[in-house]
């Protein structure tokens, strides 16, 4: 046999055993729960906190007609496209527009089951 002969038979039988799975494999098992147990809590804690801004949002801002803090979920911006078919552009014509309609459907809905 010669050297490239050997060299070959020994690449062969270290890839042999490194594909069998003799190599250690638990810690990319391990790994890969990991990885996703912290990619849910991320997207557990973002839902939280996408909640919250929405209860915010809803009951603050629209309902208790808090303009003001608008900006903390709309951008300047803000591109609306409403039920309708027209769109609004900005914050400024978002707000004229929500104090125009008053506290909402919803709002009237509680109001009438109180």
């Known amino acids: 046999m010669n050297t490239t002969h050997l060299l070959g038979i020994g690449l ?3 890839t042999l055993v490194v594909a069998s799975g003799c190599a250690p494999s638990e810690p990319a098992a391990s790994s890969t729960a990991t990885t996703a147990a912290n990619l849910y809590e991320e997207q557990h804690k973002r839902a939280v906190l996408n909640l919250e801004m929405f209860d915010d949002l809803d009951f603050n801002v629209f309902s208790g007609q808090r303009w003001g803090d608008l900006h903390k979920s ?7 496209h409403w039920p309708d078919g027209h769109t609004t552009k900005g914050i400024d014509n978002l707000i004229e527009v929500h104090r125009a309609l008053g506290p909402g459907l919803l709002e009237s809905v509680y109001e009438a089951c109180a």
């Open 74 to 80: 709309h951008s300047q911006d803000v591109l609306v």
């Open 12 to 14: 062969l039988a270290t």
